[in-house]
């Protein structure tokens, strides 16, 4: 089983906490140690890398890890790849087993 999650356009800190509170929402009535969760960030807005965008994932990776889902798979551009090197060096090294970073 898989929950699907879609991040998109441009974060501020209300967003992060929109999202949070709907993802938490969401996931009440969910088994997640039974799921996997593909978060889809393939049209999060990187034309200009911004700090929030890197700490949004970077907290949420943990978040997922901690929710208990079997396995945590994120989806970026190649472009963010590019503009984002630390962040995706750091995320390709991170100690969470079931995490798994795609660059499409």
């Known amino acids: 089983m898989k929950l699907n999650v ?6 501020s800190g ?4 929109e999202f949070v509170r709907a993802f938490t929402e969401e ?5 997640v140690s039974e799921y996997d969760i ?6 999060l807005n990187v034309s200009i ?7 949004l994932l970077e907290s949420n990776i943990h978040r997922f890890q901690k929710t208990g889902f079997k396995k945590i798979l994120f989806i970026v551009q190649k472009s ?3 503009s984002n090197c630390a ?3 750091n ?11 795609i660059e499409i």
């Open 6 to 11: 879609k991040m998109e356009g441009t974060f």
């Open 14 to 17: 209300k967003d992060d906490e």
């Open 27 to 31: 996931i009440k009535t969910l088994p």
């Open 38 to 43: 593909e978060v889809d960030c393939s049209e």
């Open 49 to 55: 890398p911004l700090p929030e965008h890197l700490h």
């Open 80 to 82: 963010f790849s590019k």
């Open 87 to 89: 962040f995706i060096e």
């Open 91 to 101: 995320a390709k090294k991170t100690p969470i087993p079931q995490f798994q970073l």
